[in-house]
C-alpha cells in the first residue's frame, strides 16, 4: 500500500503519512463516463438511422428517429451514477458550435447544463476556441464549475486562456484519486497563430506535455486517465511515446469506437521524463476509447483494479499501487423512447426555439424528398456534397470550388428544413474564401487529397463543383489525382469524346471539360480553414490573393437554396409529401401547407447535378 508525501501539485494537497487508497478494498470497481464532441447538440435531433447506429441500439433501421439532446443525455448519465460507487463523467472536448443556440447565445446554456449534469471535468477542445480567448474566458469563468482541461497549452505572456484551463485534476472518487490530464488539439492553436494576442498562448508537444503531468501527479494518485481531442492516431502516438497512462478518452474525429483500441505504452522501452531526458520503462497494454459525438452515445468504460496483484494483465507501473486487471465497454444510445432529465430540461427551457418558427412566422427553407447523403454509394462525390460545394461555388462565382468532407457532419434528412436544421449539418463558423491559385498549386492540393483519401479506403476527403477529378487510387507515387475545369461547347457522353482536347466528359451536363494547366491562373471558393493549411489539402501559401465571400458555409448553402427551383413546379407527389411534411412538422392546415410549398426550394437528390459523377477513383 502506498503513502502520499506532504506535497502540493497543481492545487491538490495531499496530506504525509495519510494511506491515499483510504483503507479500501485490494479491488475496486472505476466506471468513467465519457462524452466528446457534443457541439452545441441541446435538444433532440431527427436522424435516419443506419445499420450501425441500429446494432448499437439507437434505433431501428431505416427509420427517422430524434435522438440526443442534452436532458436525455443527463438522464443516462444519472441512471448511471446511481448504479455505481465510483463513478465519473469525463468529457474531452468540442461543447461549443453547432447548433443556432450557440450563435444566439455564445454558449451560455451548454454550460449550465454541463453543470446541471454534473461533469466532472472536460478537456479543451478546438471549437470552444471559436469566439477566441475573450469569449472562452468569459463564459467558463463565469458558468462552469467544473475543470477545463489542456496540459499542452502553455501561456506566452498575461492574460489570455491559459489562466482559465488547468492541466490536469485529480477527482476522488469514492475514496480512489484519479488524476485526469486534458491534452487540447494543437492544429486548432497553430490556427490561431495568427492571432497570438487572442490567445496568449503556445502549444507543447502532447506526449511531453502529459509525461511531464504523470510525473508530477503519480505519487499521490491511484488511476491516471487522459482525456484527449488530439484524434485517434494521434491518440495511438500519444500513448507509445508516454509511460503510465491507464486510460485514453478520445475525441475530435467524432469516431464511434465498439470496442477500445489497445495500444503498448512506452515504445521501445524508453520514453522522455519531463525535461525531454530518456528513461527506461516497462511497456504496458493501455486502451484507447472514443464515443462518437453529438450526444448520442455515452461511452461507460467499467476498470476494475487491484492493488495487490503485481502480475496484473495489462501490465504494472511500479510507482502505482493500483492497476488496471479487467476492462468492459458500452456504449450507451440516447435513443428516443428515454425520458429527458428534468433538472436539465428545466435549465434549457429558456433557450429553446420552437421548430421552424421565427418572429415573422414560419421560416422554412427547403423540402427534401429524399434523404441527401454526405457520403456517396461510390465513396467519391455525394448529392449533399454537390449540393454543398455549388452553394460555395455560386456565392463566389468563382471556376471552382472545393470544401472538405468534414464541413459536412450529418445527412440531410427528408422532410420540411430551416436554417435550424441546416445547422446541424454544416455547424461550423468557417468563412467562405476565394483563392487565386496557380493550377500547379491546385493539382498539389488535390494531389494530398488523393493520398488521405487512399488511407481512407478510397473515400473522397473533399467535394468539388465546377471540375471533374480522377483520383488514383491507391497512390503511392507520382500524381494522384487530375482536374479538369473550363466547360467546352463539345457536346460527350464519355470521356473518349473529349480524347483529342484531352479533355473529360462532364456526364452531369454533357459536355467536355479542359485539364488543369499548370501556368494558368484559377479563382477557387474554399473555406478558410482550407485555405489556411487545414487537413493538410492547401499548404496555406499557395494564394496569390484570399478575398472573403461569406461568413460560412451555411450562409452560402442558405443562400444557394433560395435560388433553387421551388417546389410549387414539382410533380404532384412531391407536392403532397410537401405538403403532408408541414403538416406534421409544425401543425398548419393543408391549405396553409399548400402555399407555403409552392414557394419552397425543392431538394432532389437524384436529380442532375446531384448524383453527376465530378469525383472518381481508378484502379493505378
Request: some cysteine.
Amino acid at each position: 500500500m502506498r503513502f502520499a508525501l506532504l506535497v502540493a501539485i497543481g492545487g491538490v494537497v495531499a496530506c504525509a503519512e495519510q494511506d491515499v487508497t483510504g483503507g479500501l478494498p485490494a479491488e475496486v470497481e472505476l466506471v468513467l463516463l465519457h462524452t466528446a464532441d457534443t457541439h452545441s447538440q441541446l435538444f433532440p435531433s431527427r436522424q435516419l438511422i443506419g445499420s450501425g447506429d441500429a446494432a448499437r441500439g439507437l434505433g431501428a433501421a431505416g427509420t427517422l428517429s430524434e435522438v440526443g439532446g442534452f436532458a436525455r443525455l443527463a438522464s443516462v448519465l444519472r441512471r448511471e451514477r446511481a448504479g455505481g460507487e465510483r463513478v465519473l463523467h469525463l468529457d474531452s472536448g468540442d461543447l461549443f458550435q453547432g447548433s443556432l443556440a450557440f450563435e444566439r447565445f455564445a454558449g451560455e446554456p451548454e454550460l449550465l447544463a454541463f453543470d446541471a449534469m454534473g461533469v466532472d471535468a472536460q478537456v479543451l477542445g478546438n471549437h470552444e476556441l471559436d469566439r477566441g480567448a475573450e469569449g472562452l474566458v468569459a463564459r467558463y469563468d463565469e458558468l462552469a464549475r467544473f475543470p477545463l482541461l489542456a496540459a499542452n497549452y502553455l501561456g506566452d505572456g498575461s492574460g489570455g486562456i491559459v489562466p482559465s484551463t488547468r492541466r490536469f485534476v485529480v477527482l476522488e472518487a469514492g475514496g480512489l484519486r484519479v488524476g485526469v490530464i486534458g491534452v487540447a488539439n494543437t492544429g486548432s492553436v497553430a490556427w490561431l497563430d495568427a492571432r497570438p494576442n487572442d490567445l496568449v498562448a503556445v502549444a507543447l508537444e502532447p506526449a511531453l506535455a502529459v509525461q511531464g503531468a504523470i510525473d508530477e501527479m503519480r505519487p499521490v494518485v491511484d488511476v491516471v486517465v487522459v482525456g484527449s481531442h488530439l484524434g485517434l492516431d494521434a491518440d495511438q502516438e500519444l500513448v507509445r511515446r508516454t509511460s503510465g497512462v491507464d486510460i485514453v478518452l478520445g475525441g475530435h474525429q467524432h469516431l464511434v469506437l465498439d470496442e477500445p483500441i489497445w495500444v503498448d505504452d512506452c515504445g521501445g522501452g524508453v520514453v522522455d521524463d519531463a525535461w525531454g531526458r530518456p528513461r527506461a520503462c516497462t511497456p504496458r497494454r493501455v486502451p484507447i476509447v472514443h464515443s462518437g459525438a453529438y450526444g448520442r452515445y455515452v461511452g461507460r468504460v467499467s476498470l476494475r483494479l487491484d492493488d495487490a496483484a503485481r502480475s496484473a494483465p495489462f501490465g504494472a507501473d511500479p510507482l502505482d499501487a493500483y492497476e488496471p486487471s479487467a476492462l468492459t465497454f458500452d456504449l450507451l444510445p440516447v435513443h428516443g423512447s428515454i425520458a429527458g432529465d428534468p433538472v436539465v430540461a428545466e435549465v434549457l427551457a429558456p433557450y429553446e426555439t420552437p421548430l421552424l418558427e421565427s418572429a415573422n412566422g414560419l421560416s422554412l427553407l427547403a423540402f427534401v424528398p429524399a434523404a441527401l447523403a454526405r457520403v456517396g454509394v461510390t465513396s467519391g462525390d455525394s448529392p449533399l456534397g454537390n449540393l454543398a460545394a455549388d452553394a460555395a461555388r455560386s456565392v463566389a462565382l468563382a471556376d471552382l470550388a472545393l470544401i472538405g468532407a468534414s464541413s459536412l457532419r450529418h445527412d440531410l434528412p427528408p422532410g420540411v428544413h430551416d436554417q435550424e436544421s441546416l445547422k446541424r449539418v454544416v455547424p461550423f463558423e468557417d468563412p467562405i474564401v476565394e483563392l487565386r491559385v496557380t493550377g500547379g498549386a491546385l493539382l498539389d492540393a488535390m494531389d494530398r487529397a488523393g493520398r488521405s483519401a487512399a488511407v481512407r479506403d478510397c473515400r473522397t476527403q473533399v467535394h468539388v463543383a465546377g471540375a471533374l477529378v480522377r483520383f488514383t487510387c491507391p497512390c503511392d507515387d507520382g500524381r494522384c489525382a487530375r482536374i479538369w475545369v473550363h466547360e467546352t461547347d463539345i457536346v460527350c457522353e464519355s470521356d473518349v469524346a473529349c480524347a483529342a482536347i484531352g479533355g473529360a466528359c462532364d456526364t452531369g451536363v454533357g459536355h467536355c471539360r479542359t485539364p488543369v494547366l499548370s501556368t494558368e491562373s484559377y479563382a477557387v471558393s474554399t473555406t478558410r480553414y482550407l485555405a489556411e493549411g487545414g487537413s493538410g489539402i492547401f499548404s496555406g501559401a499557395e494564394a496569390t490573393t484570399t478575398l472573403a465571400v461569406a461568413d460560412s458555409l451555411l450562409d452560402a448553402l442558405v443562400e444557394r437554396l433560395r435560388g433553387a427551383p421551388r417546389c410549387g413546379m414539382a410533380n404532384a407527389p412531391v407536392r403532397e409529401a410537401c405538403r403532408n411534411a408541414i403538416v406534421e412538422a409544425v401543425g398548419a392546415t393543408a391549405a396553409r401547407a399548400e402555399v407555403l410549398c409552392a414557394d419552397l426550394a425543392c431538394v432532389d437528390a437524384g436529380a442532375g447535378a446531384a448524383r453527376d459523377g465530378r469525383i472518381r477513383f481508378e484502379a493505378p
